[in-house]
């Protein structure tokens, strides 16, 4: 897999690793967080799309993604945009 590091939530110093990669072969994006807690799951498996069946498919998980993440989420983003083009 050639995989493009983005980058890592500066705001974890030496605790976690919130991380942004792009895999170059495809465009998808990859994140590393932190998983999400049981409530938060509950919450999220109670409010899906429409349409949708209630519930967290089997090979899905939520992940929460750090506010400190949102800028290397952009780039992350904009990388997998160009790799398409």
């Known amino acids: 897999m050639d995989l493009q590091f983005i980058g890592i939530d500066?705001?974890?110093?030496n605790v976690g690793s919130p991380t942004?990669?792009?895999d170059n072969s495809t465009a998808d994006?990859?994140?590393?967080?932190?998983?999400?807690?049981?409530a938060t799951c509950?919450?999220?498996?109670?409010n899906t799309a429409p349409g949708?069946?209630?519930g967290i498919p089997?090979?899905?998980t939520v992940i929460?993604?750090?506010v400190h993440l949102v800028p290397l989420l952009r780039k992350a983003c904009d990388v997998?945009?160009?790799a398409r083009l």
């Open 42 to 46: 509950r919450a999220c498996a109670e």
């Open 29 to 38: 994006i990859l994140m590393q967080s932190y998983t999400a807690d049981d």
């Open 52 to 54: 949708h069946a209630k």
């Open 20 to 22: 942004a990669w792009v």
């Open 64 to 66: 929460r993604i750090p």
């Open 58 to 60: 089997a090979g899905e």
């Open 80 to 82: 997998a945009e160009q």
């Open 10 to 13: 500066p705001e974890t110093g």
